[in-house]
């Protein structure tokens, strides 16, 4: 094998495929697919991966250049997860490069960096020994010290070179056009391996033991320093730091043991640990109970098996489904192969770690984006080199490189941010399903409230995505009930005069757990809301100049900002159009039904959790744990407070307004509200208490409210399903979102009117056009052009077209190869084409 066939870090989509380059003999050991190499492209050296190797002919190959060099000791990435790629690319229309750069920790994704080092014609001069001609190494010349610094390095990067000779740029480049110098270019990683110094002994114990005899009285610091270390020895090497902060010694002291020659300081790599110094209170296999014991028996013998199955375990909240993950993962684990657990990002509290590192201490890798660059790097690394049996992580540990995994769960599978919105836009439930049928591994998709695709797939055995197997566990681990669940109409309320955001119902609710001292959970569905500013003499709503929406206020930095652009300005005093001082701030934030709840039960403690409070890195712990602690009355927060929450003396769940979310343009709202609604209410009365939910809605007779009130998925489904059938939505067909932008109005328009024209034409010479009426035939219909919900971005124009399909044709790949023929048909390179392919946001 001597040529490899490499993917290259160029993001433009006439490099998205492989290039040949020549495998030179001293790398040969090294290059294997899935390494991570440096090639010339051009005039520079990128970043690449190696997808394959093959044999050339002479001729061909003598035309190759070569691979500069091998980046890492192990491959990144296996041959299975480079096959996951290119599988990706086709899926979700994305380029080969971004779907295997994100498998990778950012930490990775190197950049060229250039390098300078001696050059030939500087060695014939110079190399016959300089120090014999010590008076050609004046120092006041600066060419000679550039020579000197550099050969002192070896090879140093351009970046110091001009940080120690700030004035160089120019006599570098002058010395490295007559040869005294060389340049090359290699890449450099985002974030390095941490390296930390360590102590340990230079000699054997014995002969430490009997040379402490030997330090006189001058040295007893030195000499309790070793003694210290011998009667450490198991746990060496040991951080240097640590010895000089139990012994209260100085460096100087250690050194000058080092340089008598009884220990070595080194370095050693260390990884950050973002769990380092926490106990995890170990636990051990609950006894299952009845229905847990055949949901388990039916996954674990597929897992020893080692076949490829896909369950869906619809469970409701308190089901113990947990545990059945704890047990499978053991299973799996005891035969050698390794385990992912994806929980979405907000339901990766530290409850959830807890319960993984608890039962599986140190062999658990966590993964999630609160981590620093350079923690997530270690995690990841510890999965690679095989310290990790388990993987605890939000959507992208779906990539973690084991070698040999056994095993994937999605906790909350239905959840919307397994899908990632920006490129390459994948939902990890399907790349997750697609790594497992590669590897014969088990899926497990868990919820309480299974999302429509999934549970259609899993009673239907439809085609649409794959087919689970659907188990049950309608009852509680705990056997108690599911909570009651009282539903208050708002316009009732308004009627009789209340017009507080508290109803008269929660109102007294939360009065008597205040008396009885139990805790209560509010939730405000923030989806659709925004805290606006609008004068109420005109009308004027604040809105963000380059995306046509309103800005949000934000009462800490009193500004007003967007949320897609980032655009700040200060907040207004007087209405900009009419000058009127009556201009306020809509919407009900969270702030505010703190200060509500503060007015009518003073001396209440109030834990208010959401985007503003979270910000801070381990801060989400520090509000659980003091509310489990008993600190506060009420948890106050966004959807964050609806997820994987297990407190015992919580009986109270109120919901501010459940139906704030219903009326967007959103064909899920009646599906999120649902399961919104589901699980919050499941976060009440979970153990030996009795729960009570109080749910607060202006709109009270739409289905999704009624049959999460009465815990009834299977109603909710079936209505909801009509609805689909009816307006021809998933799971009864796919979507794709096809979103076009451009800074010209008129020129976008007639864009993409091209472009839904040209889907259309095509579709019908290949007999896919048509009523996507008929079930059962190939079907493709195309909705659109129209703004998009955002119609400007960025100072961009948007339009989109909505594809909707069915069947097994290859819609994906039309959509396109349509888009890249318009791309290439419009010489003005302002056009953006993007593809979003099963969306989860229609925006
Ligand atoms: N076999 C068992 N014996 C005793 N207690 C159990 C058992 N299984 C689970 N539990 C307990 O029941 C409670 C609920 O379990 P768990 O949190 O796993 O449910 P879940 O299905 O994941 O719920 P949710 O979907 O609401 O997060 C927990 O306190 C857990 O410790
Ligand atoms: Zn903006």
């Known amino acids: 094998m001597d040529i490899a066939k490499v993917i290259v870090d160029v993001p ?35 970043q690449g991966f190696v997808v394959s190797l093959e044999s050339g002919e002479t001729g061909s190959v003598s035309r190759m250049k070569p691979i500069v060099e091998v980046l890492d000791l ?132 014995s002969a430490a033991r009997e040379s402490l005899a030997g330090f006189p009285a001058r040295s007893a610091r030195q000499k309790e320093v070793l003694s210290f270390l011998i009667d450490m020895e198991a746990t060496l090497p040991m951080p240097l730091k640590n010895v000089l902060s139990v012994l209260q010694v100085t460096a100087g ?179 997750a399903v697609r790594r497992a049928e590669q590897g014969g591994a088990v899926v497990i998709l868990g919820s309480a409230t299974p999302s429509l695709e999934s549970y259609h797939a899993a009673r239907s055995q439809s085609d649409i995505h794959f087919s689970p197997i659907l188990l049950e566990m309608p009852s509680r681990a705990l056997g108690n009930e599911l909570p009651k669940v009282a539903v208050v109409d708002m316009r009732d309320e308004l009627k009789e005069g209340n017009r507080s955001m508290f109803s008269r119902r929660l109102h007294a609710a939360l009065v008597s757990r205040l008396e009885r001292g139990e805790q209560t959970v509010l939730l405000l569905n923030r989806r659709g809301f925004s805290t606006f500013v609008m004068c109420r003499s005109c009308g004027y709503v604040a809105g963000c100049p380059e995306c046509d929406i309103s800005l949000t206020y934000h009462s800490r930095s009193d500004n007003l900002r967007c949320h897609y652009c980032g655009h700040a300005e200060p907040a207004p005093k007087l209405c900009p159009e009419c000058g009127s001082e009556h201009i306020r701030f809509f919407g009900t934030g969270t702030q505010r039904v703190e200060e509500e709840l503060g007015k009518l039960f003073p001396g209440i403690r109030v834990i208010r959790m959401d985007v503003d409070t979270t910000t801070e890195k381990g801060s989400h712990e520090k509000l659980l744990n003091q509310f489990r602690d008993k600190k506060a009355d009420v948890l106050l927060g966004t959807q964050m407070v609806a997820k994987g929450l297990d407190f015992p003396d919580v009986t109270l769940v109120g919901v501010i307004t459940a139906d704030s ?65 009816e307006l021809h939505y998933p799971p009864y067909c796919r979507l794709i979102l096809v979103t076009l932008s451009h800074e010209q109005l008129p020129l976008l328009l007639k864009l993409a009117e091209n472009y839904a024209l040209n889907i259309q034409g095509k579709a ?14 190939d079907a493709l219909d ?62």
């Open 12 to 46: 433009v989509r006439s490099t998205d495929r492989p290039f040949d380059y020549l495998i030179p003999d001293s790398l040969k050991l090294w290059i294997e697919v899935g390494s991570r190499v440096a090639v010339p492209f051009g005039p520079r050296t990128v």
């Open 253 to 431: 002291t250690v050194k000058a043991l080092e340089d008598k020659g009884y220990i070595e300081i080194s370095e050693i790599e260390v990884y950050r640990d973002p769990y380092q110094g926490r106990d995890f209170k170990p636990s051990t296999p609950l006894p299952l109970t009845a229905e847990q014991e055949v949901v388990y028996k039916r996954i674990v013998g597929t897992v020893e098996q080692q076949m490829h199955e896909v369950f869906l375990l619809h469970g409701v909240t308190g089901s113990g489904k947990t545990e059945i993950y704890l047990q499978c993962i053991q299973r799996c684990v005891e035969q050698g192969r390794q385990a992912v657990v994806l929980v979405p990002e907000i339901a990766l509290t530290p409850q959830m770690v807890e319960r993984f590192k608890g039962r599986f201490g140190s062999g658990v890798a966590v993964m999630h984006s609160r981590l620093s660059v350079g923690e997530r790097y270690d995690e990841w690394r510890k999965i690679r080199e095989g310290k990790a049996m388990v993987a605890v992580g939000a959507r992208s540990a779906v990539f973690a490189p084991f070698a040999n995994l056994g095993l994937i769960i999605m906790d909350e599978e239905h959840e919307g941010s397994y899908k990632q919105e920006e490129n390459p836009k994948y939902h990890a439930r399907d790349v």
């Open 74 to 205: 192990l491959p990144p990435l296996s041959p299975e997860l480079v096959e996951l790629g290119d599988w990706m690319s086709q899926r979700y229309a994305c380029r080969r490069i971004s779907a295997l750069q994100a498998m990778l920790p950012t930490a990775l994704k190197g950049k060229a960096e250039r390098l300078i080092s001696l050059g030939d014609a500087e060695e014939t001069v110079n190399s016959p020994g300089d120090e014999l001609f010590p008076l050609f190494l004046e120092a006041d010349n600066e060419e000679q010290q550039i020579t000197d610094f550099v050969r002192r390095h070896g090879e140093v990067s351009m970046k110091l070179l001009t940080r120690t000779f700030p004035e160089a740029a120019e006599t570098v480049k002058f010395m490295v056009r007559r040869g005294v110098l060389a340049e090359s270019q290699s890449i450099k990683d985002k974030m390095g391996k941490k390296k930390l110094k360590a102590v340990d002994l230079a000699i054997g114990l």
């Open 764 to 777: 019908r010479q290949l007999r896919w056009y048509g009523s996507l009426d008929k079930l059962s035939s």
């Open 661 to 725: 979310a219903l009326n967007l343009p959103d064909f899920r709202a009646a599906e999120k509200t649902f399961q919104l609604l589901t699980q919050v209410a499941g976060r009440a009365g979970r153990h030996q208490l009795p729960g009570e939910v109080v749910v607060q809605s202006y709109t009270p007779e739409h289905y999704s409210i009624i049959h999460a009130s009465g815990h009834d998925y299977r109603s909710f489904v079936r209505d909801e399903l009509k609805h689909r059938k």
């Open 782 to 843: 195309l909705l659109g052009p129209v703004a998009s919900p955002l119609p400007r971005l960025k100072g961009r124009y948007r339009f989109q077209c909505i594809i909707k399909w069915r069947g097994a044709i290859d819609a994906i790949g039309l959509a396109r190869q349509v888009a890249e023929e318009l791309e290439d048909s419009v010489r003005d390179k302002g056009l953006q084409i993007s593809i979003d392919v099963d969306p989860q946001m229609l925006m």
